[in-house]
């Protein structure tokens, strides 16, 4: 789902706009469409840093802190990730924002028979603490925080990051991490989940609980409409379908005995940005207001920093084409711009070469001085949510929030976020929209500029385009043979006395109700691999096959 719809006249003049979360927009605006709307300054907007924090969580926004910088990062090998991290960092990166590949993300290792061609292809390659022992070598963890791109292993990529950073001499108060940890969100939008609904949901709850007890800097869960507004839902659901997904995460942690006042907090979220500037505007600024008023009305919390949506506005990567791939580089300053505009905490811009793979260090890097150029030579950073005010951008944010509270109020008639999914109820609306959408831009009913629509038989009519060469990352199959290599010694030299214990202890709590975080440290410790842990957990809990929801 990614641009407006524009009808047009015989003569080309635009009759009607509409946006993909279903709002029309009129040619003008003005104080009346306020009126109409019934907007007030002080319930509606305020001053920033002010409940309902629909300008921004901060009085002075960019003026005194330039957001976060994470562009996404890792393939190959530990080693050869480590470099990019480094070279990132170098080049005034601020934080590190971690893929792993798929075995890894699948919990698998990487001479495990369905790892074969994937291992490194998609991100870096995990197999023991060894791994993250070599990929954060160098890193002052104790200044740069980690958000770690995985979620049915998030737990076990939690603590082997903290065990990491102990083997480093860190303390687990020195740390931040973010693991992506949203479970849900995979069965909507994604894929990368193992176990049953109810048992993923248990594993979020026990690293919420155990970060509020033992990681004071880190954030548990970074909940993604990101990957939903990328299989197909509108910027409203994207919104919606995020917050209802961390109702069901609040319900389960408050259902532990834990106020939530003590840990909504340290929720972050993942967002995308693409399509549309202003629709991404008005959906940030609502969602901002939406997730304060949410938190107070329905959980009681009072504490105004708790009340704050935080997390990463960016990516936009289902916005970028492969046809004329260097337009790309346009399209990621423009959502850069939605992302700014909007407030954004922390962004990691999307790469132009990205419709084809992982990014190269050049694309990475030409990535990294967009959001730079934003912030130092086009003047983002001058004044706090310079729209405000705006007749259009404030009916806009209004109307988007009523077309998120929609979307909501449906989830909750279906019986709630864990039921939709496990019914196939959200999976079948978003898989729809994203088809007919793919049908409108294949037909010219929506515009990609440099995709050219194809004919009633199919062929591309007779149009020159442009078609540019494109320096690509190339995998390297001695990725997986190092990987394998060490995988290898790993099993001859650690020991396996110790690791059988702690896969033992780790099975116990896992049939039981103990926090499995603690036992999976220890694991870690022991240089017990990611497939044996998940392994424990594969055993226990079984796998989830998605039914036939189509």
């Known amino acids: 789902m990614g641009v407006a719809k524009y009808t047009k006249d015989e003569r080309g003049a635009i009759k009607e706009v509409t946006y993909q979360s279903g709002i029309r927009v009129k040619p003008v605006y003005g104080p009346e469409d306020l009126k109409k709307a019934g907007f007030t300054y002080e319930q509606d907007l305020g001053a920033p840093g002010e409940y309902p924090f629909t300008r921004s969580i901060h009085p002075q926004s960019y003026r005194s802190r330039a957001w976060t910088t994470r562009q996404y990062t890792g393939f190959g090998t530990p080693e050869e990730t480590n470099e990019r991290f480094k070279l990132m960092i170098a080049n005034g990166q601020n934080g590190l924002n971690v893929a792993f590949d798929l075995p890894t993300q ?91 609904v109810e048992h993923g949901v ?72 693409y399509g549309n ?51 790309n580089i346009m399209r990621g300053a423009y959502y850069a711009l939605g992302a700014a505009l909007s407030g954004a905490q922390t962004t990691a811009l999307c790469s132009f070469d990205e419709a084809y793979t992982i990014p190269t260090p050049r694309s990475a890097l030409l990535s990294l001085r967009t959001l730079e150029m934003l912030m130092d030579e086009v003047g983002l950073r001058d004044t706090v949510d310079p729209l405000a005010g705006s007749y259009f951008i404030e009916t806009l944010t209004l109307e988007m929030e009523e077309k998120i ?21 959200i999976q079948r609306k978003v898989s729809r929209q994203a088809y007919e959408y793919e049908k409108g831009l294949q037909s010219g009913e929506y515009r990609k500029v440099g995709v050219v629509p194809t004919s009633e038989s199919g062929d591309s009519p007779d149009q020159e385009t442009e078609k ?76 989830w096959n998605e039914p036939d929801f189509y």
């Not at 990929?135 to 998030?154: H, Q, R």
């Not at 997904?245 to 389960?252: E, G, L, S, T």
């Not at 009340?307 to 492969?322: H, Q, Y």
């Not at 060469?469 to 290599?485: D, F, G, I, P």
Request: charged share 25%.
């Open 106 to 196: 699948m919990g698998y290792d990487s001479d495990h028979p369905l790892a074969e061609g994937e291992v490194g292809r998609v991100g870096m390659a995990i197999d023991s603490l060894k791994d993250f022992e070599t990929a954060f070598a160098g890193i002052p963890l104790d200044k740069i925080g980690s958000g770690l791109t995985i979620n049915a292993v998030a737990t076990i990529m939690m603590a082997m990051y903290q065990a990491a950073a102990e083997k480093f001499g860190y303390s687990k108060d020195q740390i931040s991490t973010t693991p992506q940890n949203d479970i849900l969100k995979e069965m909507i939008g994604r894929g990368a989940w193992i176990f049953p």
């Open 202 to 273: 248990r594993l979020v709850g026990d690293s919420i609980e155990y970060a509020v007890k033992e990681l004071p800097k880190s954030n548990p869960v970074s909940i993604c409409g990101y990957h939903i507004r990328e299989s197909g839902a509108t910027p409203a659901q994207e919104i919606a379908y995020a917050f209802e997904i961390a109702k069901a995460y609040i319900d389960n942690v408050t259902a532990r005995g834990i106020k939530p006042e003590d840990f909504v907090g340290r929720f972050s979220f993942n967002f995308n940005v």
């Open 277 to 327: 500037l202003w629709e991404q505007i008005a959906k940030f600024r609502a969602a901002r207001k939406l997730w304060a008023k949410m938190l107070k009305t329905e959980y009681g919390v009072t504490n105004k920093k708790t009340l704050f949506l935080r997390g990463l506005f960016g990516g936009g990567g289902s916005g970028l084409t492969k046809e004329q791939p260097e337009n």
């Open 405 to 425: 509270v929609e979307e909501m109020k449906e989830v909750q008639k279906w019986g709630g976020m864990t039921k939709s999914i496990s019914e196939g109820f």
């Open 468 to 543: 540019t060469a494109v320096e690509l990352h190339e995998y390297n199959q001695e990725w997986a043979e190092k990987s394998k290599a060490n995988l290898k010694e790993l099993r001859r030299t650690r020991d396996n006395k110790a690791v059988t214990k702690s896969l033992k202890d780790l099975e116990t709590a896992a049939r039981g109700s103990d926090n499995v975080m603690p036992h999976l440290v220890n694991c870690c410790h022991a240089y017990a691999t990611v497939g044996e842990m998940a392994g424990v957990f594969r055993d226990v809990f079984g796998e």
